[in-house]
């Protein structure tokens, strides 16, 4: 099940270490879409997440930041420090989408690891 994310971390990291913190989240998306494509790693952007109520499909509509492989859910943050919404939003997606793994990356924090959660959809 854990296929891609060592790989999207790595990617993740190298786009860390070129731009620093301190950017608006689109110059991260788009500089990890750029590092995606260039190690072969599968993902598709903006990802739409459709959200049902008892059975109903609701007009607004979720895009993930990230899905990579299919499973994976990437949601990227640009802030100085990722607060509980962070975690409850990512984990929000992997339940409506049925995603089992997700990752939550920081970039603004003085080093990606710092900034850096794993989450598993636990049923």
């Known amino acids: 099940m854990d296929r891609w994310s ?17 950017l608006l989240e689109s110059a991260y998306q788009e500089s990890l879409a750029t590092a995606l494509n260039r190690a072969g790693i599968p993902f598709e952007r903006e990802f739409p997440v459709p ?45 409506l989408g049925n995603y089992p793994m997700g990752l939550l990356l920081n970039f603004g924090q003085p080093t990606l690891r710092a900034g850096l959660r794993r989450f598993i959809n636990s049923p």
């Open 6 to 22: 060592g790989a999207v971390i790595g990617a993740a990291i190298r786009v860390h270490r070129a731009l620093g913190p301190g």
């Open 51 to 95: 959200t049902f109520f008892e059975d109903r499909l609701l007009a607004t509509h979720y895009r993930l930041d990230f899905l990579v492989g299919g499973y994976l859910v990437l949601e990227l943050k640009a802030v100085e420090a990722l607060q509980p919404i962070h975690h409850a939003q990512l984990l929000t997606y992997l339940r």
